[in-house]
């Protein structure tokens, strides 16, 4: 089992920044890949960003060069730094753990992108 506790969301104008975290508990050290999911109203839930236990990561096109995604092992945290928000980014974003071919999901944190 892992758990996951996610912060960091919140209101921003379009164009500002939010950085989201997610700290892990629990069996971290079998998580093979860590990674952000948004769902926004009304649409299914997409990948956002994942990163490896080795440190690769991967990005939804939507997202690229605006988002970072980054990890600190000696605290069990994943970050997401998003800049450049714009009002489609509104969502839901959820922090998923892989220990294959579990995933276990955060409870979610609010974005909301607006003037």
């Known amino acids: 089992q892992v758990q996951l506790v996610e912060s960091g969301g919140g209101l921003v104008q379009p164009g500002g920044s939010l950085r989201l975290s997610c700290a892990a508990s629990g069996r971290i050290f079998d998580i093979n890949t860590m990674g952000w999911y948004r769902q926004a109203p009304g649409k299914q839930r997409e990948l956002v960003a994942t990163?490896?236990?080795?440190?690769?990561?991967n990005y939804a096109d939507s997202v690229k060069g605006r988002f970072t995604i980054s990890r600190d092992d000696a605290k069990n945290t994943v970050y997401l730094q998003m800049n450049s928000l714009k009002s489609e980014d509104t969502a839901v974003y959820y922090c998923i753990a892989r220990i294959y071919p579990l995933g276990y999901w955060g409870q979610g944190t609010q974005v909301t992108v607006s003037s």
């Open positions: 990163i490896t236990s080795g440190g690769s990561t």
